[in-house]
């Protein structure tokens, strides 16, 4: 049997891949939000529970926020609310964008930043580049996943897409 990754269906998967790659970075910065779409939470962490990739808390006005990793390259916005217990915070949160988890019920909003006595622990702009970062990733593997896939499908040629392995038909058997 053929080696599928080797042959014209692999050549167009890699293309494919590209391009779902490539359109996923532009969905990710298309959904990224502006300042003005940002909403204020405030008050003291009251519970908080941290996965791999996010830490999820709740403030004493009942405001259930997720802060993922992704936009949070330097640490500190997650030790800020991990010592909030302490003292209020400030939370920048976008309402569109929220996430249901299995260990606490209700929706958690995705936190964007987060404010200490009305200084911010990072600007938009450089949670913005945080996500970028981790976002462009995505688009350079779109980028090399479609080169090679349009190589592959441009090497390939019409001799190859002949039936019986590329052999031309004989006189007879027209």
């Known amino acids: ?3 599928w990754f080797a042959g014209e269906r692999g ?4 293309l494919w891949l590209g391009i779902g790659l490539i359109a996923l970075f532009g ?3 298309y959904r990224f939000p502006r300042a003005a779409q940002l909403e204020t939470a405030r008050g003291r962490v009251m519970w908080q529970q941290e996965t791999r990739g996010a830490l999820y808390f709740t ?32 939370v920048k949160f976008f309402r569109q964008q929220k996430t249901g988890i299995g260990f606490a019920p209700g929706a958690f909003y995705t936190a964007y930043g987060v404010a200490v006595g009305g200084k911010e622990v990072a ?8 996500y970028r970062r981790d976002n462009l990733i995505a688009l350079a ?3 090399a996943a479609a ?6 499908v441009r090497t390939l040629g019409p001799s190859s897409r002949r039936a019986g392995g590329g052999r031309p038909a ?5």
């Open 1 to 3: 049997m053929k080696d």
């Open 11 to 14: 050549a167009y998967f890699f």
């Open 27 to 29: 969905v990710l910065e």
């Open 59 to 90: 403030l004493s006005d009942q405001q259930q926020l997720v802060l993922y990793a992704k936009g949070d390259g330097d640490g500190r916005q997650r030790q800020t609310i991990r010592d909030a217990e302490l003292y209020p915070v400030t």
């Open 123 to 130: 600007s938009l702009g450089q949670v913005r580049g945080d």
């Open 141 to 143: 593997m779109g980028i």
């Open 147 to 152: 080169a090679a896939g349009a190589w592959r």
């Open 170 to 174: 004989s006189r007879r058997s027209r």
